[in-house]
C-alpha cells in the first residue's frame, strides 16, 4: 500500500474528516514538487557534456535501462508537470542525453573519454588494471575518476571547435574566391554587352568624323605635278 493511502486509513480510522485528507494531498502534492525541483537542480548541475553525468547513469548501462531511465525522469520534471521555470532547460539537456547515449557513435566517442580518463589517472597515481583501487574502486577513486572525465571532455571539446572553425575560416575563403571569381565573369559579360550595345554607335561617331574631316580639307586634295626637267 503506498504510503497516502496508509495515511488516508489512519486518518479514516482516527476518524478524521476532509480537512486531514486534504492536506494529507497537498502534503504528497509538496513532496511531489520537492522532488521534481531536486531532480531539475541535479539536472542542471550535471556536466552537460557527459550525457551518464546528466542521466545519473554508470558507463556500460544497457540500452534498455537508458530508455527506462529517460522515461522516468522526463515524466517527472516534463515542463507541463511542473510550474518550476528551469524545468524546460533540464528536460532539454535530459533530451539531449538520451539522444546522445542512443546514438552508437555519439556514445562511442563518450565511452572512450571515459576510458582515457580512467588510463590518464591510472598513469598519474602509478596503478595498474590489477591494482585494487582499479579493480574495485571507491568513491574516492570514482570522484577523481569524474574530474578527469571532465577535463578529457573538455579538452576534446576545446579541439573540436578550433577544428570547426579553422574549417568554416577555410570554408569562408573557398566561398569567397568562388564569389569573386562569380563576380569577375560577371563584369566581364556586362562588359561585353555594353561593349556591343555601343557598337554601332561608335561606328557611327567614326564615320561622322571621317565625313567631317573630308568636308573641312574641301574635298580630297589635288595631287601635285611633277616638275618636269628641261633637256639640254
Same mark, same amino acid.
Given at each position: 500500500?503506498?504510503?497516502?493511502?496508509?495515511?488516508?486509513?489512519?486518518?479514516?480510522? !482516527? #476518524?478524521?474528516?476532509?480537512?486531514?485528507?486534504?492536506?494529507?494531498?497537498? $502534503? !504528497?502534492?509538496?513532496?511531489?514538487?520537492?522532488?521534481?525541483?531536486?531532480?531539475?537542480?541535479?539536472?542542471?548541475?550535471?556536466? =552537460? /557534456?557527459?550525457?551518464?553525468?546528466?542521466?545519473? /547513469?554508470?558507463? #556500460?548501462?544497457?540500452?534498455?535501462? *537508458?530508455?527506462?531511465?529517460?522515461? +522516468?525522469?522526463? /515524466?517527472?520534471?516534463?515542463?507541463?508537470?511542473?510550474?518550476?521555470?528551469?524545468?524546460?532547460? @533540464?528536460?532539454?539537456?535530459? +533530451?539531449?542525453?538520451?539522444?546522445?547515449?542512443?546514438?552508437?557513435?555519439?556514445?562511442? =566517442?563518450?565511452?572512450?573519454?571515459?576510458?582515457?580518463?580512467?588510463?590518464?589517472?591510472?598513469?598519474?597515481?602509478?596503478?595498474?588494471?590489477?591494482?585494487?583501487?582499479?579493480?574495485?574502486?571507491?568513491?574516492?577513486? =570514482?570522484?577523481?575518476?569524474?574530474? +578527469?572525465? *571532465? !577535463?578529457?571532455?573538455?579538452?576534446?571539446?576545446?579541439?573540436? =571547435?578550433?577544428?570547426?572553425?579553422?574549417?568554416?575560416?577555410?570554408?569562408?575563403?573557398?566561398?569567397?574566391?568562388?564569389?569573386?571569381? *562569380? @563576380?569577375?565573369?560577371?563584369?566581364?559579360?556586362?562588359?561585353?554587352?555594353?561593349? !556591343?550595345?555601343?557598337?554601332? #554607335?561608335? *561606328? &557611327?561617331?567614326?564615320?561622322?568624323?571621317?565625313?567631317?574631316?573630308?568636308?573641312?580639307? #574641301? &574635298?580630297?586634295?589635288?595631287?601635285?605635278?611633277?616638275?618636269?626637267?628641261? $633637256? &639640254?
Amino acid at each position: 500500500m503506498a504510503i497516502k493511502e496508509e495515511l488516508a486509513e489512519d486518518v479514516k480510522k !482516527e #476518524g478524521g474528516g476532509a480537512d486531514e485528507l486534504a492536506a494529507l494531498d497537498a $502534503l !504528497e502534492k509538496e513532496a511531489s514538487e520537492f522532488n521534481k525541483d531536486t531532480e531539475i537542480d541535479r539536472i542542471l548541475k550535471a556536466f =552537460r /557534456l557527459d550525457a551518464y553525468a546528466v542521466l545519473d /547513469l554508470q558507463p #556500460g548501462v544497457a540500452d534498455s535501462d *537508458i530508455k527506462i531511465c529517460y522515461r +522516468k525522469k522526463s /515524466l517527472l520534471i516534463h515542463p507541463d508537470k511542473t510550474s518550476n521555470p528551469s524545468a524546460p532547460e @533540464a528536460f532539454d539537456r535530459l +533530451k539531449k542525453a538520451q539522444t546522445m547515449l542512443m546514438d552508437e557513435k555519439e556514445r562511442g =566517442r563518450l565511452d572512450e573519454c571515459i576510458a582515457d580518463a580512467r588510463m590518464l589517472l591510472m598513469r598519474e597515481r602509478k596503478l595498474n588494471v590489477d591494482s585494487p583501487e582499479v579493480k574495485e574502486p571507491d568513491a574516492e577513486f =570514482r570522484s577523481a575518476w569524474r574530474k +578527469k572525465t *571532465i !577535463e578529457v571532455l573538455v579538452d576534446n571539446e576545446q579541439r573540436r =571547435r578550433k577544428q570547426l572553425k579553422a574549417q568554416m575560416q577555410e570554408e569562408g575563403r573557398e566561398q569567397k574566391k568562388q564569389d569573386d571569381e *562569380i @563576380a569577375e565573369r560577371k563584369r566581364r559579360r556586362d562588359h561585353e554587352v555594353e561593349w !556591343e550595345k555601343t557598337r554601332e #554607335g561608335r *561606328i &557611327g561617331s567614326w564615320r561622322d568624323f571621317q565625313g567631317k574631316a573630308k568636308g573641312e580639307g #574641301g &574635298g580630297e586634295q589635288p595631287k601635285k605635278k611633277k616638275k618636269m626637267k628641261v $633637256l &639640254g
